[in-house]
């Protein structure tokens, strides 16, 4: 199956409730993230992170839709298909 590589953009609304539920999330799905940057923008009790991934389709659509229905978590992705090394050889 073909691998997808992209960045998920992810926007926690109320950081102080929903932080801890994301990074639950996140830690499920370890093996798919390449890297991660995340600022607290505390000003506005708001959270932006940028999630480097590498994955399938099922996975990284599991990863987004958990994500996606935590209450006040905003996500976005922009991906590309890469062909997994096994395919090139």
């Known amino acids: 199956m073909e691998n997808r590589v992209g960045v ?3 926007i926690i609304t109320d950081r102080e409730k929903q932080a801890h539920k994301v990074n ?5 799905f370890g093996d798919l993230i390449v ?12 959270s932006v992170l940028a999630l480097i991934v ?7 659509g599991a990863l987004t839709g958990r994500l996606g229905r935590v209450p006040g978590v905003r996500v976005r992705s922009a ?11």
């Open 54 to 60: 590498d994955g399938t389709t099922d996975a990284l």
């Open 24 to 28: 639950e999330i996140l830690a499920d």
């Open 8 to 10: 998920i953009g992810i």
């Open 79 to 89: 991906l590309i298909a890469t062909a997994s090394p096994r395919a090139e050889e």
């Open 35 to 46: 890297g991660r940057m995340g600022i607290p923008y505390r000003e506005k009790n708001i």
